[in-house]
């Protein structure tokens, strides 16, 4: 089991930026494929973005593509949310998990992202 914890969240005005940062507990972070995810209130969660154990191949969902960037830095445990042109939608906590088989597990406890209109 990995210990994922999430920082970096805040209230932003709309159009402004945030990365998020999850650091990962473990000697084998650089094995693993990292994403983030998000849950807005009365939502289910929903997936945000993904990227490869050596920082290849991202994906991203439809809403957030050209707007977030994820990176991962093995070095430090750390995988990276880049959000830029926030918008009000975006608001929601955000969580990053491990990909374990054809899942996900191992997710943090989130952090909270505000954008305001």
């Known amino acids: 089991q990995v210990q994922l914890v999430e920082s970096g969240g805040g209230l932003v005005q709309a159009g402004g930026s945030l990365r998020l940062s999850c650091a990962a507990s473990?000697?084998?972070?650089?094995?693993?494929?990292m994403a983030w995810f998000r849950q807005a209130p009365g939502k289910e969660r929903e997936f945000v973005a993904r990227i490869g154990w050596s920082g290849g191949s991202p994906v991203y969902a439809v809403s957030v593509k050209g707007r977030f960037i994820i990176s991962r830095d093995n070095a430090k445990n750390t995988v990276y949310l880049q959000m830029n042109s926030l918008k009000p939608e975006d608001t929601a906590s955000y969580y990053c998990a491990r990909a374990i088989g054809v899942g996900y597990g191992d997710w943090g406890q989130g952090t909270q992202v505000t954008v305001s209109s």
């Open positions: 473990g000697r084998t972070f650089s094995r693993y494929v």
